[in-house]
């Protein structure tokens, strides 16, 4: 049986004890749910990146702006800019809206594709879209990156660009230019440039004038060279709508993009599996 000053002694430790955690749970700062300093300013954070983190093309970016300079004007946030350690121009991008650019918080998305520099480290510059063209409104931010050493290969895609046409004849719908994509090395490179090409066109080539005649939803089912002959299938949206400017103009970027590759001399299109009757109005 406990005598009295056992019962004094174990009532002291458990006070001291309870005294202890106390002075923890106060003074010692817990874990908050601030975020990283590193990927954020005041106004814009970047939700797909860490600093350093390393990057490969083609590039998503997604992220917020909340204010403080950062606002949307007519669907866009700003640009963004991808340099290398000495500065030079990689790649940029407009930083589109994806939720109503008149509401704050907005987010935002842009893709950059690029040829990866030679050197290791670079810098992603986010600009604020600063409609009022006053110098004292700009904002920027930086975040450091690191390109991948993973060799990329270039691909062409081709598209409608009516600030490179002259002509407003029938052939204009066959006149289609290039762009480039750059792509993890594979050995699909065919199958890989038809499936950047059903993307569409970028924010950075529209702004440029480019625009696809493809619809949204397009889709390569399978794809084969036999004897030089480019054989590609694709499903029913990919003829869906238009007049016959519109699947002229189609016809012509799914061939101009397969005859980039020296093993293509000849294009074979079809429509699940059907020949006969394809891109027709």
Same mark, same amino acid.
């Given at each position: 049986?406990?005598?009295?000053?056992?019962? $004094?002694?174990?009532?002291?430790?458990?006070?001291?004890?309870?005294?202890?955690?106390?002075?923890?749970?106060? /003074?010692?700062?817990?874990?908050?749910?601030?975020?990283?300093?590193? =990927? %954020?300013?005041?106004?814009?954070?970047?939700?797909?990146?860490?600093?350093?983190?390393?990057?490969?093309?083609?590039?998503?970016?997604? #992220?917020?702006?909340? #204010? %403080? #300079?950062?606002?949307?004007?007519?669907?866009? $946030?700003?640009?963004?800019?991808?340099?290398?350690?000495?500065?030079?121009?990689?790649?940029?991008?407009?930083?589109?809206? =994806?939720?109503?650019?008149?509401?704050?918080?907005?987010?935002?998305?842009?893709?950059?594709?690029?040829?990866?520099?030679?050197?290791? %480290?670079?810098?992603?510059?986010?600009?604020?879209?600063?409609?009022?063209?006053?110098?004292?409104?700009?904002?920027?931010?930086?975040?450091?990156?690191?390109?991948?050493?993973?060799? =990329?290969?270039?691909?062409?895609? /081709?598209?409608?660009?009516?600030? *490179?046409?002259?002509?407003?004849?029938? @052939?204009?719908?066959?006149?289609?230019?290039?762009?480039?994509?750059?792509?993890?090395?594979?050995?699909? $490179?065919?199958?890989?440039?038809?499936?950047?090409?059903?993307?569409?066109?970028?924010?950075?080539?529209?702004?440029?004038?480019? /625009?696809?005649?493809?619809?949204?939803?397009?889709?390569? &089912?399978?794809?084969?060279?036999? &004897?030089?002959?480019?054989?590609?299938? *694709?499903?029913?949206?990919?003829?869906? #709508?238009?007049?016959?400017?519109?699947?002229?103009?189609?016809?012509?970027?799914?061939?101009?993009?397969?005859?980039? /590759?020296?093993?293509?001399?000849? $294009?074979?299109?079809?429509?699940?599996?059907?020949?006969? @009757?394809? *891109?027709?109005?």
């Amino acid at each position: 049986m406990m005598n009295t000053k056992q019962g $004094v002694w174990l009532l002291g430790v458990l006070g001291f004890i309870m005294v202890a955690l106390i002075a923890i749970l106060i /003074f010692v700062p817990g874990k908050t749910n601030a975020p990283n300093p590193a =990927t %954020n300013t005041e106004g814009i954070k970047i939700n797909s990146l860490q600093v350093n983190s390393e990057i490969s093309s083609p590039l998503k970016i997604t #992220g917020t702006i909340s #204010g %403080n #300079g950062w606002v949307g004007f007519e669907g866009q $946030v700003g640009v963004v800019k991808l340099l290398d350690s000495n500065e030079k121009l990689i790649a940029m991008g407009i930083m589109t809206a =994806t939720t109503e650019w008149t509401t704050l918080p907005t987010n935002f998305e842009t893709t950059l594709n690029f040829a990866t520099p030679n050197t290791e %480290n670079g810098t992603l510059v986010f600009k604020n879209e600063n409609a009022s063209g006053l110098p004292e409104k700009d904002k920027t931010f930086s975040l450091p990156i690191k390109f991948s050493k993973d060799k =990329t290969i270039e691909v062409e895609v /081709f598209f409608g660009n009516l600030s *490179f046409s002259s002509s407003g004849e029938q @052939d204009e719908c066959l006149r289609v230019y290039k762009t480039s994509r750059y792509i993890g090395e594979t050995t699909a $490179v065919a199958k890989t440039a038809l499936e950047e090409l059903l993307k569409g066109v970028t924010d950075s080539e529209k702004a440029w004038g480019f /625009f696809t005649s493809i619809p949204a939803g397009s889709k390569l &089912n399978s794809i084969s060279i036999v &004897n030089g002959q480019a054989r590609a299938d *694709f499903n029913a949206i990919t003829e869906s #709508g238009g007049g016959s400017c519109s699947m002229a103009a189609r016809t012509a970027q799914i061939t101009k993009t397969l005859m980039q /590759f020296p093993t293509v001399t000849s $294009v074979r299109l079809s429509i699940n599996g059907r020949t006969a @009757d394809i *891109f027709q109005p």
